[in-house]
């Protein structure tokens, strides 16, 4: 979730109740054939921020999906417009729910995408990557790639606080088999999934442990980081480094070997389930529910026997960014 690198530019809770009340981000649904139906039929979206890769790709598959119904994006005041949906992804997961209750007070159906809120049936529905699932193939793979090795794991981790962060972290721990407090994590560090804070963290952890031979990340930024610190240490070799997120530079770093794997999600159908959820509720009336999980894969160049994998090719055309 290039995550930490969302979250450095996410908004505030108090600027996203701003957003949420006056000037997000809103596609005006075409619902019928006068003015005051495409006012009444508004959906809002909201993201962490305007510029990150995985972001970027959601808006746009926003855009298309909605091209693609009839639906015209606009700037809106949105609680006050009337309108009919908002889709967020929640930087804190907790930090946004007045400002959602206050949306869902009024009618309106909120969808979270990538980050679920705490607790989760603060919305109507979330539509995410199962990012406890993705930490599972992410540790599984880490822990299969060192062979024999006693493992000496750091973990780059995101921004304390967002729920993809925990879910992706446990998610690692599980699938390396191990628990909280382990011996063979000699140590962890918040990078806010940022590439300068990665590799900052992973020269430090380095310093402290020279003989780490494993490192899990948060995202591919904070990867690029960890590998730009390990290859000055001389130790490229020694590490095995692993992410999730499956952008393009991702897949491109799978294939360079800065990352022997990444676990790829899927930002463009999150949005367009939202924006095709919000527009059936504008139609019938119909609320989705619950966590839809919207998919990952592992993605590798040295797949590995027992795990499930997609290859460089399915991972280059289907990356994002």
């Known amino acids: 979730m290039i995550r930490s690198q969302r979250s450095a530019l996410a908004p505030n809770p108090r600027r996203l109740a701003g957003l949420l009340a006056a000037g997000a981000i809103g596609l005006a649904l075409a619902a019928g054939s006068t003015a005051a139906m495409a006012q009444e039929a508004v959906v809002g979206l909201v993201t962490k921020t305007e510029v990150n890769p995985f972001f970027v790709k959601m808006r746009q598959a926003a855009e298309k999906e909605a091209q693609a119904k009839g639906l015209k994006l606009t700037i809106e005041d949105l609680i006050s417009a009337g309108a009919k949906g908002i889709l967020i992804t929640p930087n804190n997961s907790t930090g946004v729910l007045g400002a959602v209750k206050k949306a869902r007070d009024a009618g309106i159906l909120v969808i979270a995408l990538d980050t679920a809120t705490d607790p989760a049936d603060a919305v109507d529905a979330t539509f995410a990557t199962d990012n406890f699932e993705a930490g599972v193939q992410q540790g599984q793979y880490a822990r299969k790639a060192l062979g024999d090795k006693a493992p000496k794991l750091a973990m780059l981790d995101g921004t304390p606080g967002g729920t993809v962060d925990t879910f992706r972290h446990d998610g690692f721990l599980k699938g390396f088999g191990i628990a909280e407090g382990d011996a063979v994590i000699v140590g962890k560090q918040n990078t806010n999934g940022a590439q300068d804070k990665g590799q900052t963290a992973m020269e430090n952890l380095l310093s402290a442990h020279p003989d780490i031979n494993v490192v899990y990340t948060i995202n591919e930024p904070a990867a690029q980081g960890a590998y730009a610190a390990i290859k000055a240490a001389g130790k490229t070799d020694d590490v095995v480094v692993t992410s999730i997120d499956g952008g393009c530079l991702g897949v491109k770093y799978a294939k360079d070997g800065r990352v022997a794997a990444t676990v790829?999600?899927?930002?463009?159908?999150?949005?367009?389930?939202?924006?095709?959820?919000?527009?059936?509720?504008?139609?019938?009336?119909?609320?989705?529910?619950?966590?839809?999980?919207?998919?990952?894969?592992?993605?590798?160049?040295?797949?590995?026997?027992?795990?499930?994998?997609?290859?460089?090719?399915?991972?280059?055309?289907?990356?994002w960014g």
Do not use: R
């Open 264 to 319: 790829m999600q899927f930002p463009y159908k999150m949005a367009q389930m939202g924006v095709d959820a919000v527009a059936e509720y504008a139609k019938s009336g119909k609320k989705p529910s619950g966590f839809v999980n919207t998919g990952s894969f592992l993605i590798t160049g040295k797949p590995l026997p027992g795990l499930e994998s997609k290859d460089l090719e399915f991972g280059e055309k289907n990356c």
